[in-house]
């Protein structure tokens, strides 16, 4: 059992499979994007599966396939599959912008992978092309369509941004009257590639549940899972739910269970973490498993107790400048 030395059991890695994207959204990367690692430095495939096999020996049963945008890795399906066929693996999901996913949606069904976070970061064609840096609006949600015609396991991801996107929040919420899906909210994070960031983030989780509050009626909360960022909601009578993920105010720490793996093998256990270890380069030394492990459990134990610990423990970098396609959400 992977476990910190607060007690908090991890049994869920977050996989980030490439730090190229095809969006340049506002708040995660500069309109001039970024420099991507070469693809030597990125975990093949290979190394991928072994850990994945070493760390669900030791209660990783939860994956989540983020990036950039994960469809852009070549032969994805190929790792996927291998992955699905992991027995101690319960549930693959995956984080996407859905402009290259539908073409995979039956193969996606047939290795049972059914849990798809989709972002849209707006309900309109023109701010969601602004805030994306692209013209990729009806690819998305077609894409959307297709995946809710399939009956997938589907969640919109939402970066709520001020003087942008904050007219979408109850046109996103009334989804939820028609589709079975969940919308989350999420809190601007300071992973924007620019090293810049406000001073007081202005839509936070309160101001965000204001906001619906004033404008929606009947609202119930609902309980939320264990290890879950999301805190959920549903409009009386709705089919679909809401929920807001406080990712900058950092109030889940608490029962956090994520590790994560970034393309180029460097294992954080906070998203606020500048990053622990690099386990491609023991892995391409010839560790063994014995002496991956050791590394991985050491780095669990020794995890942040929060988001604001971990940012304060960051040494070469103390300001954020890394852009959340390198890091995968
Ligand atoms: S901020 Fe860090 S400790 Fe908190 S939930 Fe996220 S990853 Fe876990």
């Given at each position: 059992m992977l476990q910190d030395k607060f007690g908090r059991v991890i049994d869920y890695l977050r996989i980030?499979?490439?730090?190229?994207?095809?969006f340049k959204c506002e708040y995660c990367m500069p309109a001039e994007g970024i420099k991507y690692d070469s693809q030597t430095n990125l975990l093949n495939y290979e190394e991928i599966i072994r850990l994945v096999k070493l760390l669900s020996k030791e209660g990783i049963n939860k994956i989540r396939i983020t990036g950039g945008?994960?469809?852009?890795?070549?032969?994805?399906m190929v790792l996927l599959r291998a992955l699905s066929e992991?027995?101690?693996?319960?549930k693959i999901a995956i984080t996407t912008?859905?402009?290259?996913t539908s073409q995979y949606i039956d193969e996606l069904l047939e290795l049972g992978i059914k849990s798809i976070n989709l972002s849209i970061d707006s309900l309109d064609k023109s701010r969601f092309n602004k805030i994306t840096r692209t013209n990729q609006f009806e690819n998305v949600w077609n894409c959307f369509e297709k995946l809710l015609k399939k009956d997938f396991d589907l969640k919109i991801n939402c970066v709520i941004l001020d003087g942008q996107n904050i007219d979408d929040i109850i046109p996103m919420i009334k989804l939820g009257e028609k589709y079975n899906i969940s919308v989350r909210f999420i809190e601007e994070m300071p992973?924007?590639?620019?090293?810049t960031y406000h001073n007081?983030?202005?839509?936070?989780y309160n101001n965000i549940i204001g906001h619906i509050k004033n404008n929606l009626k009947n609202i119930v909360a609902l309980n939320n899972e264990p290890g879950s960022t999301s805190i959920n909601f549903r409009v009386h009578g709705y089919i679909g739910r809401f929920g807001i993920i406080p990712a900058y105010t950092?109030?889940?720490?608490?029962?956090c269970n994520r590790l994560r793996l970034t393309p180029n093998g460097v294992i954080k256990?906070?998203?606020?973490?500048?990053?622990?270890?690099n386990v491609r380069d023991l892995i391409r030394a010839g560790a063994s498993e014995a002496q991956l492990l050791t590394a991985i459990s050491e780095a669990i134990h020794n995890k942040a107790e929060n988001g604001f610990e971990a940012e304060r423990g960051r040494?070469?970098?103390?300001?954020?400048?890394?852009?959340?396609a390198i890091i995968g959400g």
């Open positions: 980030a499979v490439t730090d190229r994207c095809n945008e994960p469809f852009l890795r070549k032969d994805l992991i027995n101690l693996i319960d912008n859905g402009t290259l992973f924007n590639g620019s090293g007081v983030l202005k839509w936070d950092r109030s889940f720490c608490g029962s256990t906070c998203l606020y973490d500048e990053g622990i270890f040494l070469s970098n103390k300001q954020i400048i890394e852009s959340m």
